[in-house]
C-alpha cells in the first residue's frame, strides 16, 4: 500500500512539473502573438499611410520635352 502511494505522488509530482512547462509555453506564445499583433498593426499603418502612388496624375505631369 504505501508503494502505491509513493508512486502516485512521483506521478503527481511529474504532472505538476509537467503543467508548468506547458503553462509556461503558453504564456511565451501569447507574448508572442501579442507582439506580432502590435507589429503587424504597425505595418498595416504604414501602408495606409503610404498608399499615395509616388507617381502623379496624367493632368498634373508636365510633357516630355520631345513634344
Do not use: C, F, G
Not at 8 to 24: G, K
Not at 50 to 61: K, M, T
Amino acid at each position: 500500500m504505501e508503494s502505491r502511494i509513493i508512486e502516485l505522488e512521483i506521478r503527481l509530482t511529474h504532472l505538476d512539473d509537467t503543467i508548468d512547462v506547458l503553462n509556461n509555453t503558453i504564456i511565451q506564445q501569447q507574448d508572442d502573438i501579442n507582439t506580432l499583433q502590435r507589429q503587424l498593426s504597425t505595418l498595416e499603418k504604414k501602408i495606409k499611410t503610404s498608399q499615395s502612388s509616388p507617381v502623379a496624375h496624367e493632368s498634373e505631369e508636365t510633357p516630355p520635352p520631345h513634344y
